[in-house]
């Protein structure tokens, strides 16, 4: 992606509304964690102040104070054994589970989908829009992998439950009004998987949070879940070969192997304060990308913080990233092709201007992510109620 757009959508000014207070529920996945999706949550929950969650799993303990603060409503899974822990376990019975959640004088629907979700049931009269972060990718391109990686018993259930569970993915498409995309390369899946078109939508990254250093160091960095999918072997065994230093944060199953197989250039700090975090942005030669991801907060987050991205040329580091202005690409999931980026970086390195990243790390600032949601939802209410 090479072209540049405003930091700021324009001023838009909906409808007078035909309704003060429409009633509004939030359904999300499941709630255990605060990653992406959680913060597209709370940013749902600004623009919709008194909306009711509805989820599948919630432990209070991990979410934030503006999640905790909703009123929230769990499927029957949260009350199974060690759902909280094991709720992936429970992904044959979640279809059922959203269909018993009685959604009844909701005006506006809003699921937030990457696990189950948008199967809810709701009124004939209100609008149902998802915001998607991606189709399951255990049902459909990552099933392979997930299914080699599982346990005996659970590689022998998988073909007969998931193609059950695909076509209740699909058919439970048609219940949505209208969907949004985080990028352009879940826009692409959605219309591929469900057959569904969908606006794009980038999630809100806090980037006001993340400032530049005076001080650059040597050391490139990578952050991440350190499981398969990620790619983190990639990054060490790039580095291995170069012998530049690396910093790699994250913890995950592959994380003991790829401490055994590193070379001393190479470190690993499993957690890092947030504080901590933005320090190794800021300070960071590069920051390293190795995954295909759906979005990809962390490379909007390094740029925030004025630094340049070494990204795979896949998925949304191709509409976040720009190629010789803020970092550069490499074509193959392939050591060679790693290396041969860390080098090109290196002769980027004089020409960058943070000033550039920075700016760039704007057109995904939240603002930018309310502005554009609020307008997508009111449009999308002329068609069913006018309530703006």
Known sequence: MTGSTPSRVAAYHPAPSRF??????????????????????ERMLGLYPGADIFTHVYDPARMSDTIRQARIATSYIDRLPGSKRFYQYYLPFMPTALEQLDLSGYDLVISSESGPAKGVITDPGSLHVCYCHSPMRYLWDHYHQYRRAANPLARAAMPLVYNWLRQWDVSSSARVDRFAANSGFVRNRIRKVWRREAEVIHPPVETSLFTPSLEVDDEYLWVGAMVP????DLAVDAFNANGRKLLMVGQGSMLKSLKARARPNIRFVERLGFNELRRAYSRARAFIMTAEEDFGIAPVEAMASGRPVVAFAGGGSLETVIA??????????????????VESLESFLPHFDPNHAIERAEHFAPEVFDERMKRFIDEGSEGIRQWN
Do not use: N
């Not at 429409?22 to 949550?41: C, D, F, K, T």
């Not at 999918?229 to 983190?232: A, F, N, Q, S």
């Open 229 to 232: 999918y990620k790619r983190p």
């Open 20 to 41: 003060s207070a429409p009633r509004v529920a939030i359904v999300h996945y499941w709630l255990v964690s605060m990653r992406g999706g959680e913060r597209v949550v």
């Open 324 to 341: 010789d202005r803020t970092g550069v690409f490499f074509g193959e999931q392939e050591v060679h092709s790693l290396v041969d980026a």
